[in-house]
């Protein structure tokens, strides 16, 4: 078993192409800060549309990361909160849960950042965020 263990972690450390799905807590294509929009799906609600700015940064724990979430306010970032996120081995996507209601899930194409917002399990938002740097 641990030896099966040991060869699961070489393999998700092996090095990926840019811009791929691969391990976030190692992956320096998705750390950085992030720009773009976060629209609403569900338009009677009390969700509204944003303009984004999304830094990310590796975690304390392997595979693992922290997004600084910041909305556009009046042209000034105001920060709606940071999450712990986690590479889903399975998916190869990014899965932040905030609580039990809420979880995003990014993916890395071709550049872009995309993500979902389910919410009591609905779709909330959807983000699509360009490298800022």
Known sequence: MALLLLIFSILALSPKAPYSSSTAGEDPSFTGVWKGDS??????SPCHDEASVYYVS?????NSFQMKMNKIVQDKEVTMGTVNCITDSNSGSYVCR??????WT????????D???QYRGQLYRKI??????
């Open 39 to 44: 629209v609403c799906q569900i338009k009677d």
């Open 58 to 62: 590796k975690g304390s724990e392997p």
């Open 98 to 103: 905030l609580n039990a209601l809420s979880t």
């Open 106 to 113: 990014w993916h890395l194409n071709k550049g872009a950042l």
């Open 115 to 117: 993500g979902d917002m």
């Open 128 to 133: 699509h965020l360009i490298r800022a740097e």
